[in-house]
């Protein structure tokens, strides 16, 4: 993590001010914190509780859902991005033009190394001095939950969760999550994925981003400072910051796929939003939504995927339209992805495309109706009302 020291004391107008650089800003009590970029289990949890999470409430129209969060405003200098909210329908009053002004209901924090402190003190006191009912610390590491509940002006830890029960939140009575279905994540053996922490020396902000052609160890080598990069082809690019409408679209999308890889049996295989995947050495993405096939399931591994996904899924962007309709779909398609969905909010489509002798080939675009896996998951068939609602 980074912070900045430009200003003492950073306000939500200067916030609002940032460029849009593709960061995760927050800002604490006036201070300014850059928080690095997710790895794969990280990831996983937030898919999988999100996932739960969405199909209980919106099954019972309850409110709303996020994972990963809107910017969330709870004083004029602190505004956090959780890794997951609820928003009861009694307070949906505080979203507000894509922004969330005032306490969600319940806050989950998933901790890493670089957000264990922050998450665990900082947030904790700012969450309750500003009335958020309940409060999820979830630890990939030891697979623990801890549940703190509001209580006066305190979040008071409540209960401890480990291996073997199952988890429910006060500020949902009914919702239950057992905690084999969140730390499912199968990782597979280490091999040349160890050298993304063994090799070089993170590059300096001074540095980066690096002249010349770059292969997928330089993508480790980013400075720790909360910007999402690709590299295509040997050269870095900066993706923007999403907007609202693309996250709600992409929770949306990432429930039906995630629906429908869980099934009624065996998981189908692994299902994420916006992780590292090293296509070729020259060559590194960051998804909005993947999905890997239970049979090759062993090129997840942390902090990435290391091979070709079965499915890729990019919600465009206009700044990111050329690359996602036209440069992306001809390096996936070389790089072997065998199917690609190209989803356009605006025009509220969905193309789909599958792998034909190295080119990804159109096969159908759906403005009406459901839309159809063309080979990666048979049987997958996402209603075009869902995905954009």
């Known amino acids: 993590m980074s912070e900045t020291a430009e200003r003492t004391h950073w ?47 919106r099954e019972r129209n309850l409110g709303l859902v996020f994972g990963p969060a809107p910017d969330v405003v709870l004083a004029k200098d602190s505004v956090v991005q959780p890794d997951i909210l609820f928003v009861s329908n009694e307070r949906k009053h505080v979203f507000r033009r894509g922004v969330v002004k005032g306490a969600p209901d ?35 590491v030891v697979e623990r939950i801890e549940i703190y509940v509001l209580e006066d002006t305190s979040l008071v830890k409540k209960a401890e969760i480990t291996e073997g029960h199952a988890a429910s939140p006060a ?48 993508y480790w080598r980013q400075p720790d400072d909360g910007k999402r990069w690709e590299i295509l082809r040997g050269e870095f690019v900066l993706l923007p910051t999403p907007t609202v409408k693309h996250q709600i679209v992409m929770g949306n999308l990432l429930h039906a796929i ?47 995927v290391f091979g070709a996904p079965d499915l890729l899924v990019e919600i465009v962007f206009e700044k990111t339209r050329e690359r996602d309709t036209e440069i992306k779909r001809r390096l996936y398609g070389e790089c ?17 495309l599958a792998l034909e002798a190295g080119r990804l080939v159109t096969k159908s675009t759906t403005t009406n109706g459901d839309v159809t896996s063309a080979v990666a998951l048979p049987g997958l068939r996402v209603p075009i009302c869902a995905i954009f609602e």
């Open 106 to 140: 319940f806050v989950v924090e998933v901790l890493s190394e670089s957000t264990r402190g922050r998450d665990t003190n900082a947030k904790r006191g700012l969450y309750a001095e500003h009335g958020v009912r309940e409060y999820w610390l979830v630890d990939p």
């Open 258 to 304: 995630m629906n429908h890889v869980e099934g009624d049996g065996e998981r189908l295989g692994f299902c994420v939003m916006r992780l590292a995947t090293v296509l070729a050495d020259d060559t590194v993405v960051d998804p909005d939504i993947l999905f890997v096939a239970r049979a090759r399931q062993k090129i997840v591994k942390e902090p990435g």
């Open 336 to 352: 072997g992805v065998r199917e690609y969905w190209i989803v356009d909010p605006d025009a509220q489509s969905v193309e789909v």
């Open 11 to 57: 306000t939500y107008d200067d916030y609002r001010d940032l460029p849009d650089d593709g960061k995760r800003y927050e800002i604490i009590r006036g201070k300014l914190i850059v928080s690095p970029a997710p790895r794969s289990k990280h990831q996983y949890v937030v898919n999988a509780l999100t996932f739960h999470l969405h199909a209980f409430v």
């Open 171 to 218: 500020a949902l009575p009914g919702f239950t999550v057992p905690l084999m279905d969140l730390f499912a994540f199968e990782e597979a053996e280490e091999d040349d994925a160890s050298e993304c922490r063994e090799g070089d020396e993170p590059y300096s902000l001074a540095e980066f981003p690096p002249k010349g052609p770059c292969n997928w160890r330089d």
